[in-house]
């Protein structure tokens, strides 16, 4: 059964510091990883995905990495700021259709 | 962009109501997904649909039904709605082609009382 744990589970920066969050899968079998971000009482904003084939995938100030082998998924932030204060979810779909949630990384920035 | 619609951002209904929950989606995704998503616990899949008319169980059916009688709608339906459901409830959509990418509305924040 596939489990995805995201470790921190909460962190507290100082604004401009560069951070990276972490998510392990248990079966390296996925078709993808995708990383969400979640405000307070809102739904999910899709940040990226990656392919089983690739190992990274970037947009402005994130990037996301890939490693199935060993089961893990970073997304590193670039000098952070307070607007990035929010939940940051990831999650893998297998073959099937489901996808497998992690429980999240709580993340703040302060000025 | 692809636009994904609640009915409602907060809803409070009786125990033993019927509850209807709607979600409406603009880009022509086959696949439609409702999430439940309470504090410690995450998101969990209650039902999913792949085509019109078509349905499967997520991970914690029991308690609810859905519809989908046109591709870019698809209700949840809570028979009689107890405590224990309230929650936060989000609907995603997703294509099937090569990414598979899934995309959220806003909620809906429901209270049983």
């Known amino acids: 059964k596939q489990e995805v744990t995201q470790i921190p589970a909460a962190l507290s920066v100082p604004e401009g510091e560069n951070l990276v969050l972490n998510c392990s899968f248990t079966?390296?079998?996925?078709?993808?990883l995708q990383w969400f971000r979640q405000d307070p009482g809102k739904g999910l904003t899709s940040l990226l995905l990656?392919?089983?084939?690739?190992r990274e995938q970037t947009s402005g100030r994130l990037n996301a990495s890939l490693d199935k082998s060993s089961g893990r998924s970073t997304l590193y932030i670039a000098a952070s700021q307070p607007g990035d204060s929010a939940t940051y979810l990831c999650?893998?779909?297998?073959?099937?259709?489901?996808?497998?949630f992690g429980t999240g990384t709580r993340l703040q920035v302060f000025p | 962009d692809v636009k994904v619609t609640q009915s409602s951002r907060y809803l409070v209904k009786r125990t033993g109501e019927k509850v209807f929950l709607e979600c409406v989606q603009d880009m022509d995704h086959e696949n439609m997904f409702w999430y439940r998503q309470d504090p410690g616990l995450g998101l969990r899949l209650i039902y999913f649909?792949?085509?019109?008319?078509?349905?499967e169980k997520g991970d914690i059916p029991e308690g609810y039904s859905v519809s989908r009688e046109k591709k870019e709608r698809f209700s949840l339906i809570l028979e009689s709605a107890s405590t224990n459901q309230t929650s936060m409830y989000l609907c995603a959509t997703a294509s099937w082609g090569t990414t598979y990418e899934q995309y959220f509305g806003p909620g809906t924040r429901l209270t049983v009382t």
């Open positions: 990656i392919q089983s084939s690739q």
């Open positions: 999650a893998v779909k297998r073959n099937t259709d489901k996808l497998i």
């Open positions: 649909s792949y085509d019109v008319k078509m349905k």
């Open positions: 079966d390296s079998a996925i078709y993808n």
